[in-house]
């Protein structure tokens, strides 16, 4: 016999770390929170009051040369705070600067100017206390290491002990349910799987802050809606902060507590999208009507600010 | 898989011994050439010669053998040190580069005799050369190696903060491990022909000298017999890298395995 209070009381227990982790963040009523051009300069525009911040981005503009010498300015003037603890997803086209916005936090690239600062630290700091873990495009795993070795990585280059080496492999490659494949080679296992081994790599240092970079774009619909749910299963469990890059609007919508959107040329943060779906969310939220009426709205928005631009590609 | 590789390795010797024994017998019994025995003899006959003088041919082998592969060593070693050393800075690798390229100019005729005035021994001449032969296929191909890593992965090791030496252990060195086995195949029996063009240059001993003698002194079954032994020498050097490219690369097997079965 099913009980409805005995399933919401499962849940508590179950899922700790999401629950505290609710009730810290403030209301998510608030729906939308439309970033005008005027209103980008002020940094505090696209955060929520009260929080505490583990990430902000002070008025980032990022300028390169390409190949025949022109500028090109990738991000404008772009000012974020993301909360400890929150999944955020950076939406928007290709040019609209989103992977180079997360190269700046992992210090990957400088900025041409403004700042970052992640838990009080420069990113720079940040990368070399090795605090944030990275999930590529491409699992970008080690041909030669087979998929614990290749989880070991991390640790070896931390000097974790050997034994604590073993647990924390062990730990993860359960937790993305590859505890089977320990002894496979990357090229044994199906592009997913691979994915899942990068997940697991990047989790294993236990960072506080998680980086992804379009992780699933490469995956077919159905392993991608798999491992997203699989995503927020670890999330809640580990309680990460997470930022997730992606030009997939269902996915931002699906995976995240907020969606930042992006425009491009030049690359800028367009409008800020509180998601209030209920946690935790499995394929039941992507049929409700609400998840619906979001991705529709963030849809619109696109079509309404850009489509030049979209229709180019 | 394995099975059908030893299948097809013998329906190949054996074709290979059936048109020579055919070519053979063609030239002897059909053309009336008369010298049909220096020119293709039957494959049983350099069999026969190959047993009865198993000995010297094995002690010739043996000399020219063991100095290709200590030059090999050597050559190998030198080559992948030097890529290593143009990867890591671009000034050395501007530096070194052309004179990599105008090393392969000078030929190895040429140089063989030059080196041995200079060192006035024998085995070292064989090291020098075969090493001189080694080294430029290993640096150049893993020069390429170095150059292929992909950005990603440079990436990723940037974002664990590792510096030049942890990301030279953990990356660089074994990505580049398959481009080095590539430059290693074709240096290796490389290095035998260098070591045999030695031994042309008025050695005493080695399998030169035998072909040499064998075919001035007008033994035309101890030339073959000799010629049959080098080729051998140059199979045994190759076979010799790829066995242990499969024991030091066994993920490479697996990936080929797994691309098989995707087919």
Not at chain 1, 48 to 73: C, D, F, P, T, W
Not at chain 1, 185 to 206: C, E, N, T, W
Not at chain 2, 56 to 82: D, P, Q, R
Not at chain 2, 199 to 225: C, E, N, Q, R
Request: positive net charge; charged residues 20%; hydrophobic residues 45%.
């Amino acid at each position: 016999m099913k009980m409805p209070a005995m399933d919401a009381m499962e849940l508590i227990g179950s899922k700790p770390v999401l629950d505290t982790r609710l009730a810290v963040l403030p209301s998510r009523a608030t729906g939308w929170t439309v970033v005008g051009p005027g209103a980008i300069d002020d940094s505090r525009s696209a955060s929520v009051a009260g929080a505490s911040a583990l990430i902000e981005v002070n008025s980032v503009s990022m300028v390169y040369r390409n190949g025949k010498g022109q500028e090109v300015q990738a991000l404008k003037n772009v000012s974020l705070d993301i909360k400890r603890g929150e999944f955020v997803a950076l939406l928007g086209p290709s040019g609209c600067g989103k992977t180079t916005l997360l190269r700046i936090i992992a210090d990957l690239l400088e900025p041409s100017s403004g700042s970052v600062q992640i838990g009080g630290l420069s990113p720079r700091e940040n990368r070399l206390r090795q605090k944030y873990g990275m999930v590529f495009q491409a699992p970008v795993l080690f041909e030669w290491r087979n998929i614990r070795n290749n989880v070991r990585l991390p640790l070896e280059i931390m000097k974790v002990g050997k034994k604590e080496q073993n647990r924390r492999i062990a730990e993860q490659l359960d937790l993305v349910g590859l505890r089977n494949f320990s002894t496979s080679y990357p090229s044994q296992l199906s592009g997913g799987m691979q994915q899942r081994v990068g997940i697991a790599r990047a989790l294993a240092i236990k960072p506080e802050l998680l980086l992804m970079d379009e992780p699933f774009s490469a995956l077919d619909e159905f392993t991608r809606e798999r491992l997203n749910e699989d995503l927020l299963d670890i999330w809640s469990k580990t309680g990460k902060t997470v930022v997730f890059v992606t030009h997939n609007i269902s996915e931002a919508v699906f995976l995240s507590d907020r969606v930042f959107v992006l425009s491009p040329h030049p690359g800028r943060l367009s409008s800020v999208i509180d998601i209030d779906l209920p946690r935790p969310r499995n394929c039941e939220t992507r049929e409700s009507p609400e998840f619906f009426s979001l991705v529709s709205k963030i849809r619109r928005s696109f079509e309404g600010a850009c489509s030049p631009a979209l229709a180019e590609e | 898989m394995k099975k059908s590789d030893g299948i097809s390795a013998i329906a190949w010797t054996v074709g290979v011994v059936a048109v020579w024994e055919l070519a053979a017998l063609v030239l002897a019994k059909g053309l009336h050439d008369p010298m049909a025995a220096s020119k293709l003899p039957l494959p049983q006959d350099v069999a026969a010669t190959i047993a009865r003088e198993g000995a010297t041919l094995a002690e010739a082998a043996s000399v020219t053998l063991s100095k290709a592969a200590i030059g090999f060593a050597i050559g190998a070693f030198v080559g992948y040190m030097l890529a290593v050393l143009m990867s890591v800075s671009r000034t050395a690798e501007r530096i070194a580069f052309p004179y990599l390229i105008m090393s392969q100019m000078i030929p190895v005729l040429g140089l063989a005799p030059i080196i041995f005035n200079l060192v006035r021994n024998m085995d070292a001449s064989r090291i020098v050369i075969a090493s001189y032969i080694t080294f430029f296929p290993v640096a150049a191909n893993s020069l390429s190696g170095f150059k292929s890593v992909d950005l990603e992965k440079r990436q990723l090791m940037h974002s664990y903060a590792t510096g030049l030496p942890t990301t030279y252990a953990k990356l660089m060195l074994p990505f580049s491990l398959p481009y080095l086995f590539a430059g290693l195949k074709i240096a290796a029996p490389m290095s035998v022909t260098a070591s045999i063009l030695v031994d042309m240059l008025g050695s005493k001993s080695g399998i030169g000298v035998k072909l040499l003698y064998s075919l001035y002194g007008g033994a035309m079954d101890v030339f073959w017999a000799s010629v049959l032994v080098s080729a051998a020498m140059g199979i045994l050097s190759y076979a010799l890298v790829l066995l242990v490219e499969k024991i030091c690369l066994p993920w490479e097997a697996a990936a080929i395995a797994s691309a098989g079965r995707a087919e």
